[in-house]
């Protein structure tokens, strides 16, 4: 179970990170490229992902 929450976390935070780059133009090809709105949403997204591995891992000695 923790496996797979580690999981979702990571792929929340890689789609963070991809919209954050489009937003800053540094990943192209997309609607969402060079779009600022785009940058604020993959930083939100990164949040809720590295707290989603925070969550994943609590309690682990």
């Known amino acids: 179970m923790r496996l797979t929450k580690n999981l979702l976390a990571l792929i929340v935070l890689a789609i963070g990170a991809l919209w954050s ?5 540094v990943v192209g090809g997309s609607f969402m490229t060079g779009q600022s709105q785009w940058l604020y ?3 939100v997204t990164m949040l809720i992902g590295l707290a989603g591995l925070v969550w994943a891992n609590r309690g682990r000695n």
């Open 41 to 43: 949403v993959g930083l």
């Open 21 to 25: 780059l489009q937003g800053i133009g």
